[in-house]
């Protein structure tokens, strides 16, 4: 009897060493990059953003993906050096920033973190959610957070601090792509008039105009699959850029951010999006989109064509091909 419980106390401390190491085993990220980039590269769905005539020209065609761990290591395959237009994930750290400078509280007190269930740039959903912004991930919601930072710095030094501030993100100094930013500021009329519209009910902090014109110039940011993908890995090593070491947002806040991108990040269509994939991300109609796996590593993906929603479709795509494979849904236990 001795004999048969020691060989099953054995066997159950083989099984739970064979776990062990199978979940020690690291992770072949270039092949499953590889694996993923080669499945939807000819992928012909969705269309580039043509509203922004800018947008419309790039090759649509294009397509990146990048994968930054938290200790820093970098893998990527396809296009990682073409600078396009960063549009709406800039969002996500102009959030960072007022949230690292006002807390919390005064992000959801004066901006919120609630879905629309309505496009990016929608009038009815202001006026549906209590005549507010509704989250910092729309365009009403980021124009009433970046007059936040305008009226804290002062229109004199506003634009230093913010581009000092997504350096630091990107681990290099970014550029604004002049074309684009004067291609959004000539058809921005319906942003403006957002503006003006939250400045009546009081969810703008600083002049509307000034606001939307600054907003206009943080989406004209030029960056890179390789550089959405460090500053997406900060968020996935708790607010420590992995390559640089430094910290740029309070590990406390980390988790606020991921849940507003985990229930907005992709605007209407987020509720599908986590359902089927589990990663707070945020896309942008330039064509990216950026997911993170907290505490671990995040994946950023580049391809201009997009959804109805105005998402990635080829993005889309491979970052479910990849959390799929890596078993990286943050609502898995695997």
């Given at each position: 009897?001795?004999?048969?419980?020691?060989?099953?106390?054995?066997?159950?401390?083989?099984?739970?060493?064979?776990?062990?190491?199978?979940?020690?085993?690291?992770?072949?990220?270039?092949?499953?990059?590889?694996?993923?980039?080669?499945?939807?590269?000819?992928?012909?769905?969705?269309?580039?953003?043509?509203?922004?005539?800018?947008?419309?020209?790039?090759?649509?065609?294009?397509?990146?993906?990048?994968?930054?761990?938290?200790?820093?290591?970098?893998?990527?395959?396809?296009?990682?050096?073409?600078?396009?237009?960063?549009?709406?994930?800039?969002?996500?750290?102009?959030?960072?920033?007022?949230?690292?400078?006002?807390?919390?509280?005064?992000?959801?007190?004066?901006?919120?973190?609630?879905?629309?269930?309505?496009?990016?740039?929608?009038?009815?959903?202001?006026?549906?959610?209590?005549?507010?912004?509704?989250?910092?991930?729309?365009?009403?919601?980021?124009?009433?957070?970046?007059?936040?930072?305008?009226?804290?710095?002062?229109?004199?030094?506003?634009?230093?601090?913010?581009?000092?501030?997504?350096?630091?993100?990107?681990?290099?100094?970014?550029?604004?792509?002049?074309?684009?930013?004067?291609s959004e500021a000539a058809t921005n009329a319906h942003n403006q008039a957002i503006a003006?519209?939250?400045?009546?009910?009081?969810y703008m902090y600083d002049d509307p105009l000034y606001a939307c014109d600054f907003y206009?110039?943080?989406?004209?940011?030029?960056?890179?699959?390789?550089?959405?993908?460090?500053?997406?890995?900060?968020?996935?090593?708790?607010?420590?850029?992995p390559v640089t070491k430094e910290r740029l947002i309070k590990e406390k806040y980390v988790?606020?951010?991921?849940?507003?991108?985990?229930?907005?990040?992709?605007?209407?269509?987020?509720?599908?999006?986590?359902?089927?994939?589990?990663?707070?991300?945020?896309?942008?109609?330039?064509?990216?989109?950026?997911?993170?796996?907290?505490?671990?590593?995040?994946?950023?993906?580049?391809?201009?064509?997009?959804?109805?929603?105005?998402?990635?479709?080829?993005?889309?795509?491979?970052?479910?091909?990849?959390?799929?494979?890596?078993?990286?849904?943050?609502?898995?236990?695997?």
């Open positions: 009897m001795k004999i048969v419980i020691t060989l099953l106390v054995l066997l159950t401390m083989g099984i739970t060493e064979v776990n062990a190491q199978k979940k020690a085993k690291p992770i072949d990220f270039n092949a499953v990059i590889n694996e993923a980039y080669s499945l939807f590269k000819n992928e012909k769905g969705g269309k580039n953003a043509d509203y922004i005539p800018f947008l419309d020209k790039v090759n649509s065609d294009m397509y990146g993906i990048v994968i930054v761990t938290k200790e820093g290591q970098v893998y990527q395959v396809g296009e990682n050096k073409f600078e396009f237009g960063i549009e709406s994930i800039e969002k996500v750290f102009t959030l960072c920033m007022a949230m690292e400078i006002y807390g919390d509280s005064v992000i959801l007190d004066k901006i919120g973190a609630n879905q629309t269930g309505l496009p990016f740039n929608s009038v009815p959903a202001i006026e549906l959610d209590g005549k507010r912004p509704s989250n910092p991930l729309v365009n009403a919601g980021a124009m009433a957070t970046t007059s936040l930072l305008t009226s804290h710095f002062g229109h004199a030094e506003a634009w230093d601090k913010v581009n000092a501030y997504f350096a630091k993100f990107a681990g290099r100094n970014l550029t604004v792509l002049d074309e684009l930013y004067k003006m519209l939250l400045k009546s009910y009081g206009t110039k943080q989406c004209s940011y030029g960056v890179n699959t390789r550089d959405l993908g460090i500053m997406a890995g900060t968020l996935a090593n708790g607010g420590v850029n988790p606020k951010v991921l849940a507003i991108m985990g229930t907005t990040g992709l605007y209407e269509t987020t509720g599908e999006w986590m359902f089927k994939v589990g990663l707070p991300s945020k896309s942008g109609v330039g064509g990216g989109i950026i997911s993170v796996v907290p505490g671990r590593y995040a994946i950023a993906v580049f391809s201009p064509p997009l959804d109805k929603a105005g998402n990635s479709v080829r993005a889309q795509m491979a970052i479910q091909y990849i959390s799929d494979k890596l078993d990286a849904n943050i609502y898995s236990d695997k």
